[in-house]
């Protein structure tokens, strides 16, 4: 049987790394092999292009074609075995993030991302995507405290709040795909609700 598609999606700083590998665990204790994997990135190729690409300043169309070639690359090498192997793949980002920060953050044409997706991984979707959901103005206070910023991440409030309402709309578009994970709370009512939204559907 195919494996589960799961991906974990927000602004920097919204708490997805925090609650990842309890999520794996979760799957694990429940009997699946999971392959925890990241993008851009999951391979040597898209790695070495998540480096461009976190690191040099470039055109935001020039930005879409790296991120979408990274995730071709990883998408047949890595995504599609571990779904045909039945294995549940959680990926840290996805194309979502495209529509968010390249579409919403940077202003390329959601028409042009859409005819990269359906070039790139065709019919592939996550079968359950977990939308940290944080204002701009939390997550940067949480951010500063964390961590030395990366090319987006030293990007201003406003950049995240169109981020923020990208993700949103993809949200209200596919309600039963992705789960809005409220990310205000402290991280245990945050992991209460991620538990929740898996026991609905059985995982
Ligand atoms: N629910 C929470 N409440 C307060 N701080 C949090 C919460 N979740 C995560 N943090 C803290 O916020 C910072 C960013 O979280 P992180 O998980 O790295 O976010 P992301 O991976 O989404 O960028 C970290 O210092 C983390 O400890
Ligand atoms: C997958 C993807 C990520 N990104 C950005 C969002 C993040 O700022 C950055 C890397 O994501 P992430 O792995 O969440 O960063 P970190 O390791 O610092 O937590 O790449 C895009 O702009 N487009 C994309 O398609």
Known sequence: MRGRFITVEGIDGAGKS???QALVDRL???GATVLATREPGGT??????????????MDVLCEALLVFAARRDHVRQVIEPALARGETVVCDRFTDASFAYQGGGRGADPAQLAALEAWVHG???PDLTLWFDLPADVAATRRAAARAPDRFERQDEAFFGRVRAAYAARWAAEPQRIARIDATPPPAAVWT??????DERGW
Do not use: G
């Not at 040597?44 to 300043?57: G, N």
């Not at 609700?193 to 898996?198: D, G, K, S, T």
């Open 123 to 125: 019919e592939l979707r």
């Open 28 to 30: 694990r204790q429940r």
């Open 18 to 20: 925090t609650h990842l």
């Open 193 to 198: 609700a991620i538990a929740r939204v898996l």
């Open 44 to 57: 040597p190729l898209a790695e070495a292009l998540r480096t461009l690409v976190l690191a040099q300043p």
